[in-house]
């Protein structure tokens, strides 16, 4: 008996010290996975002088400069950058390729109900399609976007905003906004945060992008957990006075311009009922639902208990649509989705006719609804994605490693966004060079990505240049203000020493932050998406 007791308490101090909440900054519980199959770097980390040339070469641009010559993190995008697990590739080998309604499709549409709940299955008995495929996000976003400007009536009557602090902040955002787009008036999607290719889609056909995001976002709260929130007063208040102009609202879960933070349950609930009292349809910018779910499991009262599964079905269950570029949380490199709940408020708009309109411009552009520009065996390895991207274990190991990624930066002295988002660690720009004296006009934060090129890894800026915009030379910055620029973490990639030696890079950059030289734009400033497009070089000394 003495050695079971003994054997106990082993087995208490494992459970103690190996496993326990919160883990520590270094991690030592084992990943829930390990590699089955390796990348070897083809390129020498030392080799600083011949990636300064080709950063040179290709005018500072972080999209532009060529991948395989990073031997460090590249953390651009965490968007198709998935390594997939064995399961899925295994699914490439069993795609179907038919030209209709493939094998893919059907079993896309069972996992889909599973997840998201059944209410979502595409109805028998309707003739109209309400789950469309796409070969990614953003080609939802266009596709819901011109059908909308084309399928709908434009702006209706609008009443001013009251004389209260709040309207005059909306009162001026609206302004702004309009004026940017050349229109006076015009319609109004309001959400949390959009991101950027759904603010420049809806852009693009004259619809105001309008961002509400909560009041402890606007205050850089670090104590809050659920920072991507929409301003739910705020949300009212743009319904009240403009809801003739409103076709639909939006939420970004997680709020990825907000620096991938999350939205609570209550949030979600509270916003649709709103949106319903004013019978506007509430759609969800679904990228990474299962790492929403995964915080509101975390840190949302009365929510520790549920199953990831649970929870992300209460997410959707209020809303009347959704769109989702499987690129993230499908754990695909390919692939995006549109969701129009059957009966909805959405779906009831103008009889139909939206559907069928957006078939239309899917056969246009991507061809049948059932495949939307993908082969296949694309569909089948999403469909093998989606169940591991539910899975607790790993989530909890994919949202640590951003954390601990977060924390390191934190030791390193950068200053970083708190709470740490679920994929992305977001460095504060104006907080990394305060005091130096810099002024927008010299971006900074794109000087800071391309040195982090020279040193081996790849960030984003996503700050003034990207959100911000010229007219005439002069440049007006993004409103809410995000200077930002992002470390977003691909899914199943990279290990901890891997993201320590970046932190490590930064670490130097920072410590050297007056010396690190302003840009000047060579090509580009004016354009619309400048940062994809945009050539830029050291200014001089
Ligand atoms: C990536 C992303 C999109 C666009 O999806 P793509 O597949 O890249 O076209 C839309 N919204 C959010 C929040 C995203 O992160």
């Not at 010559?69 to 953390?75: E, I, S």
């Not at 809806?202 to 105001?208: G, N, Q, S």
């Amino acid at each position: 008996m003495a050695a079971t007791r003994v054997i106990a308490f082993f087995l208490e101090e494992f459970r103690r010290r190996l496993t326990a909440e919160p883990l520590p900054a270094i991690a030592y519980r084992p990943r829930p996975y390990r590699n089955a199959a390796v990348r070897f770097r083809t390129c020498p980390v030392e080799d600083y002088a011949g990636r300064l040339e080709l950063v040179q070469q290709t005018g500072l641009n972080v999209f532009a400069f060529p991948a395989d010559k990073l031997p460090g993190c590249d953390l651009l995008s965490d968007s198709g950058t998935s390594t997939m697990t064995m399961e899925q590739w295994s699914q490439l080998l069993l795609g179907d390729e038919a030209y209709g309604s493939n094998e893919g499709y059907f079993e896309l549409q069972e996992r889909f109900a599973e997840i998201f709940g059944p209410e979502w299955r595409q109805p028998q008995e309707s003739v109209h399609n309400h789950f469309f495929l796409f070969h990614q996000g953003r080609a939802a976003e266009y596709a819901l976007a011109s059908t909308i400007r084309t399928g709908l009536p434009g702006p209706g009557p609008e009443k001013d905003f009251p004389d209260s602090e709040l309207g005059a902040r909306l009162r001026h955002r609206l302004e702004h906004l309009r004026r940017r787009l050349g229109a006076e008036t015009s319609l109004i999607i309001p959400s949390n945060s959009h991101f950027d290719t759904t603010e420049a889609n809806f852009a693009h056909f004259r619809i105001a992008p309008l961002n509400l995001p909560c009041p402890e976002h606007e205050a850089g709260r670090t104590d809050f957990p659920f920072r991507g929130n929409i301003d739910l007063d705020a949300l009212e208040a743009v319904l009240a006075a403009k809801g003739a102009s409103v076709p639909l609202v939006y939420l970004t879960v997680t709020n990825n311009t907000g620096g991938g933070q999350p939205v609570s349950l209550k949030n979600i609930l509270a916003a649709a009922d709103i949106c319903h009292r004013y019978g506007k349809p509430l759609f969800l910018d679904a990228c990474r639902f299962a790492e929403n779910a995964w915080f509101v499991k975390r840190h949302e009262t009365g929510c520790a208990r549920l199953e990831i599964p649970e929870i992300v079905h209460r997410m959707f269950a209020p809303v009347d649509g959704f769109h989702i570029s499987l690129k993230k949380d499908g754990l695909a490199n390919i692939g995006g989705a549109l969701f129009v709940r059957p009966g909805g408020l959405f779906a009831r708009l103008d009889n139909g006719r939206l559907l069928d309109r957006l078939t239309s411009h899917q056969i246009l552009v991507e061809g049948h609804p059932t495949y939307g520009g993908l082969a296949g065996r694309d569909l089948k390895a999403i469909a093998e994605g989606l169940r591991t991207i539910v899975r607790e274990d790993y989530l909890h190991h994919r949202i640590e490693q951003v954390r601990r990624f977060g924390l390191r930066l934190l030791e390193c002295g950068i200053p970083v966004m708190q709470p740490f988002g679920g994929h992305a660690v977001y460095i504060d720009v104006d907080r990394f060079f305060a005091g130096t004296g810099a002024p927008d006009e010299e971006f900074r934060g794109i000087s800071l990505t391309a040195l982090m090129l020279v040193a081996g890894h790849r960030l984003c800026e996503l700050g003034v240049y990207a959100f911000g915009s010229s007219r005439n030379g002069v440049e007006q910055p993004p409103d809410p203000r995000v200077n930002n620029v992002r470390a977003a973490v691909p899914r199943l990639a990279y290990e901890d020493q891997d993201l320590s030696a970046c932190a490590e890079a930064l670490r130097i950059l920072h410590d050297n932050r007056d010396r690190i030289p302003a840009v000047k734009v060579d090509y580009g400033r004016d354009l619309s998406l400048r940062h994809f497009k945009s050539r830029f070089s050291f200014a001089a000394e």
